[in-house]
C-alpha cells in the first residue's frame, strides 16, 4: 500500500517540488555548519533506503528547524512517505493524539529539546 500526500480538494500532490530542491543542486548552511550538494543528496538518499527498508510508512519527526529536519523530510518525500512533522511546542498529548491520528510507525527526533518532549509523550501515551 502507498501512501499519497492529498491537497485539500482531495487531489495527489506530487513530492516533484520537493525533489526538484535537490535536482537543483540545493545546499544547506545552518549558520554553524554546511551541507554541500553532494553530501545533502547522500544523506537524503541513504535516510530514504533506510526508511524504506524498514517498512516505514508515516514517518513522525521531532525536531527543530535544522538541517537534520531538512534531511528528514526530503527522504520521507524520496522514500514516497507521509511525514507527520511534530512541533516542539506542542504539548504531550498533542504529540500523541497526532501520532494516533496519522497512523505513524515510524519516528525520528533530534535535539535536546526533542529529548524533553519525548520524555513527556511517553508518559502521555502509556496513560492512554
Avoid: C, Y
Avoid at 70 to 79: G, P, S
Amino acid at each position: 500500500m502507498s501512501a499519497a500526500v492529498r491537497s485539500t480538494e482531495g487531489s495527489p500532490v506530487s513530492p516533484a517540488p520537493l525533489m526538484n530542491i535537490l535536482a537543483a543542486g540545493a545546499s544547506l548552511n545552518d549558520g554553524q555548519r554546511r551541507i554541500d550538494h553532494a553530501a545533502l543528496q547522500a544523506q537524503v538518499a541513504e535516510l530514504a533506503r533506510t526508511l524504506r527498508d524498514q517498512g516505514i510508512r508515516v514517518l513522525a519527526t521531532v525536531m527543530d528547524n535544522s538541517p537534520a529536519w531538512v534531511v528528514a523530510d526530503l527522504a520521507a518525500a524520496q522514500a514516497g512517505l507521509v511525514h507527520v512533522p511534530l512541533p516542539l511546542f506542542f504539548t504531550p498529548a498533542q504529540m500523541a493524539h497526532a501520532l494516533r491520528a496519522a497512523g505513524v510507525d515510524g519516528f525520528l527526533f533530534a535535539g535536546q529539546d526533542a529529548i524533553a518532549a519525548l520524555e513527556g509523550l511517553h508518559k502521555s501515551l502509556a496513560q492512554g
